[in-house]
Every structure is written in structure tokens, then in C-alpha cells.
């Protein structure tokens, strides 16, 4: 009897677990999301190649485009290997005043950012799914130095990216 009921709060948790990963809905995100998912269904968004060197911030969201891992040539390996039939890409941002920034994406993806040679850890995570526009957001403390923003794991060829500072 034990070992029945271990099994099934087992069972409930691992439920629970995946559940929780995947939120539905726009009122599912960890903090508001209104500014970053505006940005990200803006229209004629600048549209980018991966590989694009940026002297600075763009002003408003952009579109990514996305390549096959094996042609995406990411300055580092990502964090989470990419599956097959996935895109990836990147773009290397020169200048960006220190503090707390969103990257937020339109779609599901890795997202790895790269500073001083190091891959930096997120400070907070959130996404849901069934949000127009919006699928993911994540904050990076940034310091007053280059970084390379790298997209990897993406199901579909091109992103909508923003990157804001927190307000």
C-alpha cells in the first residue's frame, strides 16, 4: 500500500511539474509582459541576418533570421544542445548602458547571451504558451560591455526578439 501511494504522489508531481512548465495564456507570464509582447508585434520590425554586428541596443524589436545549427556558426556552444530540424543564430551588440534587461522572444527557443566570454545566467525566467505574439521572456543583469545574444533550438526560421531594459 506504501509503495502504491509513493507511486502516485510520484505520478502528481511529475504532472504537476509539467503543468507548470507549460502555461497557457497571456496572464500566465511572472510579471507583466504588455511592453515587451507591443514591441514584439510592432509592424515592419528591422529585419536582421544572423551573424549582425550592432553598434548599439536596437530601438525597437527586431526579426532574426535563423539558419541550421551546422551553418549558424554560434561564437559558442550553447548551453542546451539543439535538436534536429532546428534554427539557430545570433547577433553581437557593441555598446549597452550596464543593468537589467528582458530578451524576449515571439517563439520557443534557447536563448544564450554571452558577455566577457562567459555565458551569463538568467536572473528570472517566465514564459507561457497560446500568448499572441510573445512566448518567452528572460532578464540578464548586462554590464557596459559588448555581448552576443545567440537563439538556438528554434522550431521555426526566423524570431521576433526585443530587448528592453527593465523599468
Not at 512548465?21 to 500566465?28: F, N, P, R, W
Not at 554560434?74 to 553581437?92: H, N, Q, W, Y
Not at 554571452?114 to 536572473?123: A, E, M, N
Request: with cysteine.
Amino acid at each position: 500500500m506504501r509503495a502504491l501511494t509513493f507511486l502516485a504522489a510520484l505520478a502528481f508531481s511529475a504532472n504537476s511539474a509539467l503543468a507548470a512548465e507549460e502555461l497557457s495564456g497571456c496572464d500566465k507570464f511572472r510579471w507583466p509582459i504588455d511592453r515587451e509582447r507591443a514591441a514584439l508585434t510592432a509592424p515592419d520590425l528591422a529585419k536582421l541576418a544572423s551573424g549582425s554586428d550592432q553598434a548599439a541596443l536596437p530601438a525597437s524589436a527586431i526579426t532574426l533570421g535563423l539558419v541550421v545549427p551546422s551553418e549558424a556558426k554560434l561564437p559558442s556552444p550553447p548551453e542546451r544542445a539543439p535538436k534536429d530540424g532546428t534554427f539557430a543564430g545570433f547577433i553581437s551588440i557593441k555598446s549597452a548602458k550596464a543593468g537589467l534587461y528582458t530578451i524576449s522572444l515571439s517563439i520557443g527557443a534557447w536563448v544564450d547571451l554571452v558577455q566577457d566570454g562567459h555565458v551569463l545566467k538568467p536572473v528570472a525566467f517566465s514564459g507561457a504558451t497560446d500568448c499572441s505574439g510573445i512566448r518567452k521572456t528572460v532578464k540578464y543583469e548586462l554590464s557596459a560591455q559588448p555581448f552576443v545574444l545567440q537563439i538556438s533550438g528554434a522550431r521555426e526560421n526566423t524570431v521576433a526578439i526585443a530587448i528592453l531594459p527593465v523599468q
